[in-house]
């Protein structure tokens, strides 16, 4: 079965550079949920997009931005990247019409480290 | 406001022996209940969920109860294995397409 899928899987930046992650959620799957996980720490909401609107807004950087696009995939802005925005950042998808609609699947993560 | 919380942080067994974790969350009208296993470094994998009507939810090894009152989760599992050693985290989710809120997580090490 298919699965979230996250580019890149790895990624290294300099402070104050800008970074873009990508998600590509389950097909038919119409929210993302995008989550940070820092080191040693649970996973903290971000954001989450349902029918390519904003649906939720969590513990989000004004340095950051996202946006879910006419295809359902999603992306998160980073910018003026920081030392401490090196995390573990995990996209979830689910779907608001089929069954299971308060399943989230995520995505395997994408590793950021700002040097 | 809403928190989740695990204990113990870490648990060492040895190989062989049956154990729980825990999970509380300080708002019982949850929607459901959800509880992860992370490899170092890894993604989440989704162990079992179990819904707000519900009062546990069983896979191979695993079991996990809710009772929603006490605002309290178990997770239980039998006859560790080396395998077993991971983080295991507890999600609450409280409304239908929202966000989850997850404890802290407790490391488990079994021992061979």
């Known amino acids: 079965a298919a699965g979230v899928i996250q580019s890149p899987r790895h990624l290294i930046k300099e402070k104050r550079e800008t970074a873009t992650l990508k998600c590509y959620p389950i097909?038919?799957?119409?929210?993302v949920y995008w989550y940070q996980q820092g080191p040693g720490q649970d996973p903290q909401f971000l954001i989450s997009?349902?029918?390519?609107?904003?649906?939720d807004k969590g513990s989000i950087p004004d340095r950051f931005s996202a946006q879910q696009f006419s295809d359902y995939h999603s992306e998160l802005n980073m910018s003026s990247l920081e030392l401490g925005d090196s995390a573990l950042y995990f996209c979830?998808?689910?779907?608001?019409?089929?069954?299971?609609?308060?399943?989230?699947?995520f995505g395997p993560g994408t590793r950021l480290t700002v040097l | 406001k809403q928190e989740v919380t695990q204990i113990p942080a870490a648990l060492s067994v040895p190989e062989g022996e049956n154990l729980v974790l825990n999970c509380s969350f300080t708002?019982?009208?949850?929607?459901?209940l959800q509880w992860f296993r992370q490899d170092p470094g890894k993604g989440l994998t989704s162990l079992l969920l179990?819904?707000?009507?519900?009062r546990e939810q069983t896979s191979g090894r695993l079991n996990a109860s809710l009772d929603k009152s006490s605002g309290r989760s178990t997770l239980y599992i039998a006859a560790s294995q080396p395998g077993d050693s991971a983080t295991y985290l507890c999600?609450?989710?409280?409304?239908?397409?929202?966000?989850?809120?997850f404890g802290q997580g407790t490391e488990l090490s079994v021992k061979p």
């Open positions: 708002d019982s009208a949850i929607y459901n």
């Open positions: 999600a609450v989710l409280y409304n239908q397409g929202g966000k989850l809120i």
């Open positions: 097909p038919r799957h119409d929210t």
């Open positions: 997009f349902y029918e390519k609107m904003q649906s």
């Open positions: 179990i819904q707000s009507s519900q």
């Open positions: 979830a998808s689910s779907s608001m019409t089929s069954e299971y609609t308060d399943t989230q699947y």
